[in-house]
């Protein structure tokens, strides 16, 4: 054994800076992951989740999955704490993200795996950074996709004398669309008197004919997030991004303290939501999603939510689909929030503010 | 999409007032749950339980059962929470509970769904509140009843005008009688060399035969409840009472905190009572429980147990049960616990005293 | 029911004191512990642990594992923590651990037991105590021996008068020598693309022949330990020691708060310095360690890895050994971290000093 000690930071992968992303190149992130029972106890644990469609096997057969499928937001920061280390690490800032598909059910034992490829590139007029689009998509052990996002994300350059590549920025919707919601032919609850087999399950009697647009849902619950709560979850994910871990080092950053993961805000609001939405299913689509301000441990998060849209869906005449805008609001009454967002920008103890499509069961069929 | 936001607070569920339950009647709790291997993973992690019935397989089977049974107070948390948003959501007291049965072992894959009969009501004189009596019943999925109980809580009444219901107060047992104790007949340890067979399980050599009427054992483990300990756990139980989770709204009630739900403080003195009792197999019945005073995060739990009686097991002569008081308390070492309760309430520092009985091995079969 | 109480301390077991060892004695530890796929997925959430080989079964399968092992040291902190009731409860000092040997890989389902050879016996001059060796084996449910080690501790003698035994002190390797090291003959990768399977997999470039004797890895990432972290894990491991759960005690404590299990530490280390190590496979043996200072909730570990040495594997030539030093540091970047031990002592800045071996994967073949 030699004596001499050498500090060897290469080792250290220090990972992608604005002018390492290539236009179209597809990354292949690493650490896929089997998503044991575990997993979904923890969530449970964590989130206060009661959705029977992932908690009771017999209720989720009788809709015709062939067993419980794993918690849509579960397999979803799971499969986007992959895409950390390559894409997010040396990120400025999230800026947003869309288009986010639920393929298909994911269930214990899958292996998910995510890939990413890079579709739009802007380098900012200060030349210090820029802005990377890449469409993130996940597969089971079967190669099937079973998720599918695009975020952009502003990027440190390391090197400022690098010529800026060609502007490229892809046209995003503003929601998915019906024709790209993906509600399994598999599932039907036509025979079964739906009514009766829903509010027994999930004890909501609220259906999709029952939400109206414009409708404000504001959920009376509240969640008061412990410092242990949202790093469990975060380890959990397998997201490293050392802000939300490492409170020696946010000491001197501008938050002064670890920051929390918004994916954990947002299953927080999700489970929040279920008093008022008891029937909803699975997610079928993210459409838009803002984390307006941090959070911090010790913040207690209340959600509201709004009906944006109702749309019946295409051969499922059993099922509509709901878009809804669901707002998460820190130490704060949802009953006390009036304007979510002025001219000024959102409202300071509003911390998440997401767009999203559920699929609902329908009443009358 | 329509721009007027509607408020619509009829989406929420305000739970049952006391005229709002009707004598007789009985109510489907929703949310069946299965339980899995993560919630038994994260019961041990959450209470330090050791018991080998519970966490060793060739152990259980060795028994007779199965596979690993379930914890009996897992499965009895996760029942009891589902009766929450129906029973005691506007409730302004637990008033304790009787006749709690564990049927029939739960295993990993069971799922469990809970029903409440209203056997008893009791408007009080001023009018304002009564007292509601359930016996709550959890079926399994082939719907056989794995545990049985009965509680009274007392609620508000919304509408004050509403005259008052008949008077009708059951008749409870003092104790779950021998004859409705249920030991299942295919445990058996018969064959086997008793003694060799525990101890090297279970780490302890005390059976049925050297526990004495009056005899009481001063648990010397301590155990301080984190704040993200009892969260975590109310959640798994998914019994969404809002005290133990709300911090913020929680700050302006009298207690200024959150509280420990009552099950936490049992399922912890349970573990800790663990040294002393190493060869206790499952709890066969509750016979009543006070939850004396209330518990908070940083309260460090200990525990003090009384053997209240002796039994034999009929049709089982290698198994005795034992009745026992376990009293809990906190920041304060059980060999300073004088009097658990006088003339004017329990000691300050008690916060449960529970009644209940457990299959203990005899020695001499 | 009789009226009286007798305080009955002696159900409680007080364990063994230093004149209860006796030489060449078999301790059969209490509590056998099937493992599930819920502790494998609270030991990602506790640690953060990212390696492919315990988180993707497809993964662990291409190199010839049946299904996905269970990480190492959660198996190891389960089996120690068996160990503690009989050997440590009594203990002033964990002196230290040496030829720690990781002999078979444990899978979800099996059940571990753990038991204890008496090998050293040596009073201290003053008469108070003395330090016991002690060989502890875990065997699964086939009596197959998964893991073995030895650690010694200084323990109190409860009679004085007692005379002392005989002294004997084992001859202890400094190292795990190559020769000790089981590798699993049905593990290969010969016939597969290294590199790429296990870039893709691990997301690290790095292998056997990267490595130096004397490189020095700063691992970059912190973890700051949570009250409930280190509690949930401990509980986990069914490791009972009550100097990590009992604040109400500990105040009185010179350290004036609970000390964070070691293991956890260990854990935590191991979770740290993924970066710059994606590629090592199982632990072949822990060679030595020590706990240099203690750590509490609040502090937040680094972790610096050394090249101590490089082997080549007879039988594997796909394969090689690293031993490496693994040093934990608290609240201080490792850029920072000169001198990890001088005349004086440790830094105090460092908790732990672990010398291991790991399996890696070699490029060239």
Wanted: hydrophobic share 40%; aromatic share 10%; charged share 20%.
């Amino acid at each position: 054994m030699k004596n001499s000690i050498k500090y060897n930071p290469s080792k250290i992968n220090a990972g992608r800076f604005f002018e390492d992303f290539i236009m179209n190149e597809v990354i292949q992130h690493a650490t896929p992951r089997t998503i044991t029972a575990g997993d979904c106890a923890l969530y449970i644990a964590l989130t206060g989740e009661r959705n029977p469609l992932h908690c009771s096997e017999p209720f989720a057969q009788s809709l015709g999955y062939k067993t419980t499928p794993v918690d849509d937001l579960l397999a979803f920061h799971i499969a986007f704490g992959k895409t950390v280390p390559d894409i997010s690490v040396n990120a400025v800032a999230n800026l947003g993200y869309a288009d986010v598909r639920f393929i298909r059910p994911v269930y214990i034992g899958d292996t998910l795996s995510t890939s990413s490829q890079v579709i739009g590139l802007r380098q900012n007029s200060s030349g210090k950074n820029g802005i990377v689009y890449v469409r993130s998509t996940t597969v089971n052990q079967h190669n099937e996709p079973v998720l599918s996002w695009v975020r952009w994300v502003m990027v440190h350059k390391r090197d400022l004398n690098r010529v800026a590549p060609m502007t490229i920025v892809p046209t995003l919707p503003s929601f998915v669309a019906l024709d790209n919601l993906s509600v399994p032919t598999f599932i039907s609850a036509k025979k079964i008197d739906k009514k009766e087999l829903f509010t027994k399950n999930s004890g909501g009697q609220y259906f999709w004919e029952d939400y109206q647009i414009g409708e404000r849902i504001n959920h009376a619950a509240g969640m008061t997030i412990n410092p242990a709560d949202h790093t469990l979850a975060t380890r959990l994910y397998q997201n490293n991004a050392r802000l939300h871990f490492d409170d020696f080092a946010m000491k001197s950053s501008p938050f002064g303290q670890r920051l929390v993961y918004g994916g954990v805000v947002i299953s927080l609001c999700r489970s929040l939501s279920y008093e008022g939405l008891e029937n909803a299913l699975s997610i079928l689509a993210i459409n838009a999603g803002t984390h307006a301000n941090p959070s911090f441990a010790g913040d207690t998060i209340y959600t509201v939510t709004e009906v944006m849209d109702v749309w019946t869906l295409p051969n499922h005449p059993d099922m509509g689909a709901l878009r809804l805008r669901m707002v998460g609001i820190k130490n704060m009454s949802p009953d006390n929030l009036d304007k979510i967002k002025s001219e000024t920008g959102y409202h300071a103890d509003v911390v998440l503010d997401l767009d999203y499509t559920v699929a609902m069961p329908r009443r009358g069929n």
